[in-house]
């Protein structure tokens, strides 16, 4: 029985991930991204090109969107006439950004009175991650949509998890995310304070993370810090920025007190300051580098 066909709207470092996994998994994926050089990338590695998020809509039967931010959300699902709301099919959405939970609602309901369903469908994994598959989807959103969707999320996912209602997806991803940030920022603490004292950072990896210390923030991010380069980054600061933004919103919203989290977002802030906006996340050690006066590292 042969595949339909797969859509991804947007191929930046998650989309162009999860098509590169679904194409050896055997898909027919059309991509499309604002950006020419990721089209490029995507037909280069076997995938097919698309003119317009319309165009993925017009010819695939499931569309997965991995978007930036909430201008990219809403002119892809069709301020004009080449968002999916154009094309006048009625594929499932995958919907796999971290946004504002009422942006994605009213996304949502604009779809479903087109006859389209859309499926909150959060992932956790860095792009690291993503590339290898390693990836778990916070799933929410019409079950029956849910199930047919499976066999696409197993093609680029480890697990999956239907998680109820519509947006319990989003609000599952929060959760994660804000584990994230605190996980992340401990580790660049734990290696800065083992150099300030003398210890080699490739030590301080090998032996912490076969201990109880350990974490998969220490594990997945730690040889970036080992190794003082933050360039080939699975998650930019200056997205990570959002991404803060969105849960400590969302946590005053609700009434929920987040002090581990809020202590941790003048790092990721002044990671920004001192120009590692395009860098991963990870080097938060650099700035906890500067700020315990180690010399730079060659």
């Not at 993925?56 to 892809?76: G, H, N, Q």
């Not at 009422?102 to 479903?112: A, E, N």
């Not at 201990?211 to 990570?240: H, L």
Request: net charge negative.
């Amino acid at each position: 029985m042969s595949k339909p066909v797969v859509g991804v709207i947007g191929l930046g470092i998650m989309g162009s991930a999860m098509s590169a996994n679904l194409l050896k998994d055997g898909w027919t994926v059309i991509g499309y991204d604002v950006l020419e050089h990721c089209v490029e990338a995507h037909v280069k590695g076997g995938g097919v090109a698309a003119a317009s998020p319309r165009e993925v809509a017009e010819k695939a039967e499931i569309v997965i969107t991995s978007l930036p931010s909430v201008e990219a959300f809403e002119k892809v699902i069709g301020n004009d006439d080449d968002g999916i709301l154009g094309a006048g099919g009625t594929p499932i959405i995958i919907e796999t950004s971290t946004l504002d939970l009422d942006v994605k609602r009213r996304g949502h309901d604009t779809l479903k009175q087109a006859g389209i369903e859309m499926l909150d469908c959060p992932l956790s994994g860095t792009g690291a991650q993503a590339r290898t598959k390693d990836l778990a989807v916070y799933a929410s959103g019409d079950k029956s949509c849910y199930e047919r969707c499976l066999p696409v999320l197993e093609g680029f996912a480890r697990s999956s998890h239907h998680l109820g209602e519509f947006g319990n997806g989003s609000k599952m991803k929060f959760v994660a995310n804000l584990l994230v940030a605190i996980h992340n920022a401990s580790a660049a603490e734990s290696f800065v304070l083992g150099m300030k004292a003398g210890l080699d950072p490739r030590d301080i990896y090998d032996v912490i993370r076969d201990g109880a210390g350990s974490s998969r923030m220490f594990e997945i991010r730690g040889p970036m810090m080992v190794d003082d380069d933050y360039d080939d980054a699975t998650m930019k600061v200056s997205v990570w920025q959002k991404d803060m933004r969105i849960i400590g919103d969302f946590a005053r919203a609700i009434g929920c007190p987040t002090p581990l989290f809020s202590s941790s977002a003048p790092l990721y802030t002044a990671a920004m300051s001192q120009g590692h906006e395009a860098r991963d996340t990870a080097s938060v050690c650099a700035v906890l580098e500067v700020m315990a006066g180690l010399p730079k590292r060659k």
